[in-house]
């Protein structure tokens, strides 16, 4: 029974703030990551402790690395990213596989089930058995915070790196968690020279890989008396294997059945396993994504019940898994179907006038993963791959290699400012060093907007606030060889537009910027000092030309003929468009569309149109 004290000290927390609790709680001194939904805010929190140095990094691969050398170190470090960054970071993770540790070292991904914000639903628990790394994965706020301390002391016990898998729901969902006392690692920190351990020469490999086979049995071993994986008796005709989120569904739809909840999800605990199938009349596996329990357990020679039943894609839920186990319409609490909402940038996003632009060429656009991501969408429909982060250059250099001179003019690559420091500079010097003519569009809009605006190394501050060096982008791509370099305001279209078909047509390689901040930073958000634009109806003779933007502050008026009349309007004329003066922004986009002269500034500047 909890102490009224701890009652006191409970807290409201997401799985990621609860994540982040749990670095502080076990002693973590660095932790890194990249921006990436769903784990953003892991990072984002455990910079407010005190203690403990927090960074974004240029990238996923960086994040892993700063932390394993913290944890070469000897002090325990994290580092936190979304599933598809784990393949970024892959490689440092698989050889620190073989070198192990000193200080503990936590490494979070975050799964996206559904694909909420992202271009696939991958399921990270392949990566602990191909890595040969122990992972554990909680099914809710609480056991988030207390799995991190946990994952800790695993890590420093068994001298390997340890994953911690989460998924959207997990992250972000809000629950009660009991904070604790911060812990301390029993690792001495300093420097500690050990070059057979950490570094992976043939000949050091090939005994840490030796070690590494050593260790994956005494955590098999480990597994079977983990309290984590634990046995809850219930009714013995159905028993359920599940974990993280899938438990909560299970013990919601079916909590007489009897249960075996895995805490830690590779490797898995073989003898417990049996001992439970042997208990129960009917075994099922519930997971979300890949059937990666179920073969295991079926590998162990129990018959067990899992995909062939359950989705093997996008999130499940309580009604899915009922319907799944036992047929029908699953319960009466349908989930309520709601009309969908488009995504769309923002009013004055200025992306949207460098897609504008764009979508006149008529090239072939390999896009990137950003906000821009959008311009794909109608009515820019602006973009025609998008791959993963960086690919955008590469893309376009390999259709201008496989078509020779026949691209040019007709493929041009964009990629953001945050976006091409991760991954797209070796993409660039590609292009220069294999002799190409891409141009590549980096949307500078001075920050990482799609997961919050999270400052990088481009914007001059830190995740802390703190004033840093600024990369001068255009002196970047000028170092790595490139000639042609410009910079233009998106806002003004045309002459973006104009530079965009100079370039695109140049026989060498060639960068423009587009820049312009974001409209929902801080200091753009003062409405006040902005001029609004409007309408005038009169004006408008409804050729749609503006709405070609796809800016939400346009809005189209529809009219009968007899409205049309009314108002004065040509008959012929459906409708007319106006500006709603709330979302517009003043970013004048529209003006320069316009062929007739009906938008302009409001207020006093009226009449001077």
Not at 62 to 67: K, P
Not at 357 to 374: E, N, P
Not at 439 to 460: C, E, F, S, W
Not at 515 to 543: A, F, N
Request: net charge positive; proline share 6%; aromatic share 6%.
């Amino acid at each position: 029974m909890k102490s009224k004290t701890d009652i006191e000290k409970r807290v409201f927390l997401s799985g990621n703030e609860a994540i982040a609790l749990g670095a502080y709680e076990s002693g973590v001194r660095v932790a890194s990551a990249y921006p990436g939904t769903p784990s953003t805010e892991i990072i984002e929190n455990i910079s407010k402790y005190k203690g403990v140095y927090a960074e974004w990094s240029p990238n996923e691969k960086v994040a892993v690395e700063v932390a394993l050398g913290a944890s070469f170190a000897g002090v325990r470090a994290m580092a936190s990213m979304k599933h598809v960054g784990l393949n970024i970071a892959a490689d440092p993770l698989f050889t620190a596989a073989y070198t192990g540790v000193r200080g503990g070292l936590v490494i979070v991904t975050a799964d996206d089930p559904e694909m909420h914000s992202s271009q696939n639903e991958q399921d990270n628990r392949n990566y602990a058995f191909a890595a040969k790394v122990p992972m554990l994965e909680p099914s809710d706020p609480a056991e988030a915070k207390e799995f991190v301390k946990i994952a800790f002391r695993i890590s420093e016990d068994f001298d390997t790196p340890v994953l911690l898998r989460t998924t959207t729901r997990v992250s972000h969902v809000k629950g009660i968690v009991l904070p604790g006392k911060r812990e301390s690692s029993k690792v001495k920190a300093g420097i500690e020279k050990i070059p057979e351990k950490f570094v992976m020469l043939p000949a050091n490999a090939r005994k840490r890989r030796r070690e590494l086979g050593i260790r994956m049995e005494r955590l098999r071993s480990f597994a079977d008396t983990f309290p984590e994986n634990r046995i809850e008796q219930g009714d013995k005709k159905r028993g359920f294997i599940t974990s993280g989120v899938s438990y909560l569904y299970v013990k919601e739809v079916f909590p007489q059945a009897s249960v075996l909840k895995l805490g830690m999800v590779y490797p898995l605990p073989e003898k417990l396993i049996k001992d439970f199938a042997d208990a129960v009349e009917e075994v099922y596996v519930v997971e979300e994504l890949d059937p990666f329990i179920e073969l295991r357990v079926k590998a162990f020679g129990i018959k067990c019940k899992g995909k062939e039943l359950i989705p093997s894609s996008g999130e499940l839920n309580s009604n899915i898994l009922r319907k799944a186990i036992e047929g029908g319409e699953g319960s009466r609490f349908e989930p309520v179907e709601i009309p969908q909402r488009p995504p769309n940038l923002c009013p004055g996003c200025p992306h949207r006038g460098v897609f504008y632009a764009i979508s006149r060429l008529g090239a072939f656009v390999a896009g990137d993963i950003g906000c821009y991501t959008l311009a794909a969408l109608k009515p820019l429909s602006a973009m025609d791959s998008c791959v993963c982060m960086g690919a955008g250059i590469g893309n376009a250099l390999g259709m201008e290699k496989a078509l020779g001179k026949e691209a040019l003019g007709k493929t041009i690559a964009v990629i953001g400012d945050s976006t091409f420091i991760h991954s797209g500079i070796t993409g660039l010097i590609d292009i220069v060093y294999n002799r190409g003519f891409t141009t590549v569009v980096i949307l500078d809009n001075r920050t990482t907007a799609m997961t919050g605006h999270q400052p990088h190394p481009a914007t001059g501050t830190t995740i802390t606030g703190d004033y840093s060096a600024v990369i001068d982008i255009e002196a970047l791509c000028r170092a790595v060889g490139v000639k042609h370099v410009h910079t233009v305001d998106p806002n003004d279209i045309e002459a973006t537009y104009k530079l965009l078909k100079t370039e695109i047509g140049r026989p060498e390689p060639s960068v423009v910027i587009t820049r312009h901040p974001c409209v929902l930073l801080p200091e753009m958000r003062k409405r006040k000092e902005k001029p609004l634009y409007l309408i005038i109806p009169e004006r408008c003779t409804g050729c749609r030309s503006c709405l070609k933007l796809g800016c939400p502050a346009i809005e189209w008026v529809p009219l009968s003929e007899q409205e049309a009349k009314k108002l004065g309007f040509k008959e012929k004329q459906k409708g007319y468009a106006r500006i709603n003066a709330v979302l517009c922004d003043g970013c004048g986009q529209c003006v320069s569309v316009c062929k007739f002269n009906s938008i302009v500034l409001s207020g006093e500047e009226r009449g001077k149109r």
